[in-house]
C-alpha cells in the first residue's frame, strides 16, 4: 500500500495514477498512519503551508524516519520538502534528498507550461507531457543524485536511492513512469488501462 501525504495539495491524481496502475493508496493524514504504507507521494501544493502543517501535526521525525526504510516520491512543493537546503526561511525541507531547491524558479502562476520530455531511468528511455505549476528550480545537487530527466540543461527529475524528487506534475497527464520507478514494478504502459 502506498501513502499520499494528504495535508494540502492535490491528492486525488496521484490517487488516480496509483488506482490506474492496480496499487492501492491511502491518504496520510496522521503520522501514525505511516505505519500502513510501503512508500509516499508528497504531492504538490503550497510548501510553506505543509511545513506548518507538518510541524503542527508532528510529522518531521515520523517521516524522516519513514525515509530511511521506505521511497518518497515528491512532485514539485513535495520535492520542495524533501530536498536538504531550500531558500526560503517559511520552508523546513526534510533534508533527505541531496539538493538545493530554489522555489518558484520558473516564475509565477502566469509561467505555468507543459513540455514534453525525456525521462532516462534504468536504462529504459521515454517521452511523457511533463506541467509545470510555479515550479521549483534545482540549484544545486550532490554527486549522490541522479538526473532522470533535464530541461533546457537544468535537472528537473532526480533520484537519490529509493528516492524521486520532481520539479513538474506527471500525474496531471496520466503519467505513471516515477510512479512504477518508486514501486519498483515494471508495469508496462500497455497494461495501464485508460493511458493517455
Ligand atoms: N510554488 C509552490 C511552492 O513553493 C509549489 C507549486 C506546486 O507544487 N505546484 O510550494
Do not use: W
Request: charge should be neutral; proline fraction near 5%; include cysteine.
Amino acid at each position: 500500500m502506498i501513502g499520499i501525504l494528504g495535508l494540502q495539495g492535490d491528492v486525488k491524481s496521484h490517487c488516480n495514477i496509483l488506482q490506474k496502475m492496480g496499487v492501492e493508496s491511502s491518504v496520510v493524514r496522521y503520522p501514525s498512519q505511516l505505519d500502513r504504507v510501503e512508500g509516499l507521494i508528497i504531492p504538490g501544493g503550497e510548501s510553506s503551508t505543509m511545513t506548518n502543517l507538518m510541524e503542527r501535526m508532528g510529522f518531521y521525525k515520523p517521516l524522516t524516519e519513514f525515509a530511511k526504510s521506505f521511497p518518497v516520491l515528491g512532485t514539485c512543493a513535495g520535492l520542495i520538502l524533501m530536498a536538504k537546503q531550500v531558500k526560503d526561511s517559511r520552508v523546513k525541507p526534510l533534508g533527505f534528498l541531496n539538493v538545493s531547491v530554489d522555489r518558484n524558479g520558473f516564475g509565477r502562476q502566469i509561467h505555468s507550461f507543459s513540455e514534453t520530455i525525456n525521462v532516462i531511468a534504468d536504462k529504459r528511455e521515454q517521452k511523457i507531457i511533463a506541467t509545470f505549476i510555479r515550479a521549483p528550480k534545482i540549484s544545486d545537487i550532490a554527486d549522490s543524485v541522479e538526473k532522470l530527466a533535464e530541461y533546457n540543461g537544468e535537472p528537473i527529475a532526480v533520484r537519490e536511492g529509493k528516492h524521486i524528487g520532481l520539479t513538474f506534475h506527471p500525474e496531471l497527464n496520466g503519467e505513471s513512469i516515477f510512479h512504477e520507478l518508486m514501486i519498483g514494478k515494471n508495469i508496462s504502459r500497455e497494461t495501464i488501462p485508460n493511458h493517455q
